[in-house]
């Protein structure tokens, strides 16, 4: 039996912001000396694994649950031992009368080796008979259920979560601790293991950036550079590649400070395990490959993991293989990362532990790794009350392994990996995994196996969910840069939040570009948006233009606002004086140009900023690997403009344009943490109905289309006259022939009332006789328009063949006046292209009308459709090189009120 010495321990202790906390005074034992087996038995004490950590602040966000952390002082001090062992009197506290006598310990004390087991074995004994069970899965997460009340308790040494479903339950649960150990309450999980932790509603950010810039000051590389991806896309590294290094200990010190780093940093986790592969004899190349993941961290050091609610419980995974890409040992490296919902729970990245003789046996010990994994965390789900119900499906890019998990086949090249072929299988078959393929391009678990190209690590990387902090309400403004001639003003344009319109437009657009982004979700994003929008094609009221009368009136600037006001009849002006003398177009008067290049400007900077998408910086990137990125930004944008304004709106030619000179869009911290919230847990759906059904008065708005007709919009690239020069040309053609003028305006006011009239009218016939009005839109959706009249002879159908043809007529007439207006004017309101592709889309099969949306002039069109003849207006614009940027297939009508057709 070994005597032990002591010696004292003088330290500082740090705020999570790095300022000092206190100085710290410590007695410890120098256990070195200890042998197990005679000075100590077992030693090994669990900590809790960083998934289950995950996984529980994911159910408690989702139950909206409080998540407190508690601090033990002294935790080790606490542990009793069963072993004999004795210590030499500490300094400074020797006996006078007995110098040379040793101390018997009966508590454990700081450097003993069983110190950590004993003071687990205490706590563990003292909360299982306060109720808790601990889980199987893994030792350190306690359960505690006891009828409606449930608590989870994490520990890791001394450091504790616990979360609870009440706050009476909590101060119960912490009252009892804190009567057996000494303990703080250090309130709401704010630091934890290092981790900075903030949370913002239903979200919650976990970051690294003191620990990460402590990395890089230790590196001496403070001033560096940085890079924007970790590792570049060259083949791996070999043990022979480049001269040894000279100081290998800093190479370790580093690689494992790395390692911790990647608890919340995803993104890093291949880099970091190639450069660990190397850690017993580094070589000038690999410290390279390490000081390059540290250029990387510099610049995305405030990067961090959000996590937010969850709906349901869902699994799913992506798992991906690097066949033979070891040089050394052509070992293959494998890789998975699992959700729950949109939360990444686990991840991993790590070279195959034996050579792999095919891709697809490499492929398919990578897929059993995850089933391995998805098995230990629904078993951990099923401990915490949460089961999963589904199947988990699990996303590989493999065709033979995925054959190879469904089918018994055996084969010369895989009866050597049988093992993993039936525990795959069984899963399988018992239908709690489901294998499914995914093109390489969608495969997220390729970012854990080898170097990827920085569009595609940054599109993975956001799939991870590793993004900026969310900006603090009391922080500062945010300039985003942004290149549009539409922000052609010396002074940045600020964005706040309160124009709702605007607040509306962005909410639903970076929760648009989340779901369009997350692959898996793209046909969810296309249902709705082809559900319920009611989107007005014709003579709204347009917010930004009658603002002075809303508050002339002494409202709130918010749509409801527009309900009071006289409603809006025309499809190119509002009403003015009655001379025409103040007629203006419906465009925003925002003094940057049209209110839809304003809104795809302002969504650009922010998606731009948040990391949803990477834009250029300069026009002649445009067409370069980031072209897709513009499309998706233009499509999300002239959509938002649609729903937070209720019209179709104008200028669809922004997409080529918006992006010109360096300005800056200030969005205001609220904008800001907003967005970063409705990017990670506003849902799509919910985004909809709240713009629709509360921010939007869609009862008055006029014009909206009736059941079984489909709007559909089309960039035909031809060009037309932009905003300001056509509103110039309009106003100053008002003022020098008023007669003239005020004689377009009243036949163009007649027209569109007329097409309103006709539109109200088949909403009230299908109202009425739903079988009818269904059965002859039906039938008219099959032929051109000169053949619906001769087609039916009851009085009810040909009522509403006569309503239809009234609206086409209506239309026709419109498009005739506005085509006068703009020769007058000396400006092509409808371009003689445009003309052409409208005149070929009204003698299309099934389409009731076209024109030009909005204001005219634009790069834009419009048709709307009967019942199911939208492929006919899709084919015959493709053939003219015409795009339909967005369908909109409603087979009951647009409105959401109960009085609608679809109720029946």
């Not at 549009?484 to 010396?490: C, D, N, Y």
């Not at 910086?617 to 649609?642: F, P, R, W």
Request: proline share 4%; aromatic share 8%.
């Amino acid at each position: 039996m070994h005597i032990i010495r002591s010696m004292w321990l003088f330290r500082h202790k740090y705020k999570s912001d790095g300022s000092l906390e206190r100085y710290k005074a410590r007695l410890v034992c120098d256990g070195r000396n200890q042998e197990i087996g005679i000075d100590c038995g077992e030693t090994f004490s669990p900590v809790v694994k960083p998934a289950t950590i995950r996984t529980v602040l994911t159910l408690a966000l989702s139950k909206s649950w409080s998540i407190h952390q508690l601090d033990v002082t002294n935790a080790f001090l606490h542990g009793n031992l069963t072993e004999t062992v004795y210590m030499y009197q500490p300094m400074g506290f020797r006996h006078r009368d007995y110098p040379d006598h040793v101390c018997r310990l009966t508590k454990s004390l700081y450097g003993l080796k069983q110190a950590p087991r004993a003071w687990y074995q205490r706590f563990t004994d003292f909360v299982t008979s306060m109720g808790f069970v601990q889980s199987r899965c893994d030792n350190s997460l306690f359960t505690y259920h006891h009828g409606g009340d449930i608590a989870y308790l994490l520990i890791y040494v001394d450091d504790i979560i616990l979360t609870t479903s009440s706050d009476s339950l909590r101060m119960k649960l912490m009252g009892s601790l804190a009567a057996e150990f000494e303990m703080k309450d250090l309130g709401p999980l704010s630091y934890f293991l290092g981790i900075t932790v903030s949370r913002t509603g239903n979200q919650m950010f976990l970051s690294q950036q003191a620990y990460a810039l402590d990395i890089v000051n230790r590196a001496g590389m403070a001033t560096c550079n940085s890079v924007a991806t970790p590792v570049d896309t060259k083949p791996k590294l070999g043990t022979t590649s480049g001269v040894l290094f000279d100081n290998p200990t800093l190479y370790r010190s580093l690689a494992g400070a790395l390692q911790y780093l990647t608890f919340t940093r995803p993104d890093i986790s291949y880099a970091v395990q190639q450069i660990c592969i190397h850690m017993h004899n580094p070589s000038s190349d690999h410290w390279n490959a390490l000081k390059r993941i540290i250029r990387y961290i510099r610049g995305t050091a405030s990067y961090g993991l959000t996590l937010s609610s969850c709906s349901q419980i869902s699994l799913r995974a992506y798992t991906d293989a690097d066949w033979a890409g070891c040089p050394d040992t052509r070992r293959s490296t494998s890789g998975y990362c699992v959700y729950m919902g949109q939360n990444l729970l686990s991840w991993s990245s790590k070279r195959q532990s034996t050579i792999s003789r095919s891709s697809a046996e490499a492929e398919y010990r990578a897929v059993a790794n995850v089933v391995a994994e998805i098995c230990w965390i629904r078993n951990l789900l099923l401990e915490l009350r949460r089961p999963v119900s589904t199947a988990t499906l699990v996303y590989c890019d493999n065709i033979s392994a995925i054959y190879l998990s469904s089918n018994p086949v055996q084969h010369q090249r895989t009866k050597h990996i049988e093992i993993d072929i039936h525990f795959v299988r069984e899963h399988v078959q018992r239908g709690t995994i489901k294998i499914l393929h995914t093109p390489t391009r969608l495969q997220i678990a390729d970012i854990f196996t080898k170097g990827l190209p920085r569009v595609l690590f940054d599109d993975f990387r956001s799939s991870l969910n590793i993004r900026p902090p969310p900006a603090s309400t009391a922080g500062e403004w945010i300039d985003v840069k942004v290149n549009s001639p539409q922000m052609s003003r010396e002074t940045a344009y600020k964005i706040e939040s309160r124009n709702p319109f605007v607040e509306y437009a962005l909410q639903y657009s970076v929760a648009a570009a989340y779901t369009t982004l997350d692959k898996i979700k793209r046909s969810k994003l296309q249902k709705l948006l082809s559900r319920g929008m009611d989107i007005t094609i014709l003579g709204c009221n347009d917010f930004y233009s009658y603002r002075s009368q809303i508050e002339a009136c002494g409202l709130p600037l918010v749509p409801e606002s527009l309900a009071a006001l006289p409603p809006f009849t025309s499809i190119t002006f509002n009403a003015g004086d009655s001379n025409g003398e103040n007629c203006k177009p419906e465009v925003a008067k925002t003094g940057l140009g049209s209110s839809a290049a304003m809104t795809t400007a302002v969504v650009a900077a922010l998606l731009n900023y948040l990391g949803v998408v990477d834009l250029p910086y300069s026009s002649k990137d445009q067409k370069g690997e980031n072209s897709s990125d513009l499309d998706l930004v233009h499509m999300i944008a002239q959509t938002a403009h649609c729903i937070a304004q209720g019209k179709v709106g104008s200028g669809f030619d922004v997409s080529s344009a918006v992006y010109g000179s360096h300005r800056y869009v200030r969005f205001s911290p609220k904008i800001i943490s907003a967005a970063q919230e409705a990017v990670s847990t506003t849902p799509l759906d919910e985004v909809i109905g709240e713009v629709l059904k509360a921010k939007w008065d869609h009862e008055r708005t006029k014009f909206s289309l009736p059941p079984l007709m489909n709007l559909l919009l089309g960039e035909p690239g031809s060009g037309g006259s932009s905003t300001p020069s056509m509103v110039g040309a309009v106003k100053k053609w008002q003022k020098s022939d008023p007669e003239k003028s005020k004689e377009t305006w009243d036949r163009l006011s007649e027209a569109n009332s007329a097409l309103e009239a006709h539109f109200n009218l088949l909403s009230k016939l299908a109202a009425e006789n739903w079988d009818s009005y269904k059965s002859v839109i039906d039938s008219c959706s099959m032929h051109k328009s000169e053949k619906w009249k001769g087609k039916f002879s009851e009085a009810s159908h040909v009522e509403i063949v006569k309503a239809l043809l009234g609206a086409r007529e209506a239309m026709l007439k419109i498009r005739c006046h506005m085509r006068q207006m703009g020769e007058a004017a000396g400006i092509p309101i409808e371009p003689e292209s445009q003309t052409r592709l409208l005149d070929v889309t009204m003698d299309t099969e099934g389409v009731l009308l076209a024109g030009v949306p909005g204001a005219g002039g634009f790069d834009a069109v419009f048709a709307i459709t009967l019942s199911d003849s939208t492929s006919n207006l899709t084919k015959t614009w493709s053939s003219h090189n015409v795009l339909a940027l967005l369908v909109r297939e409603d087979p009951c009508g647009v409105s959401l009120e109960s009085g609608d057709p679809r109720a029946k």
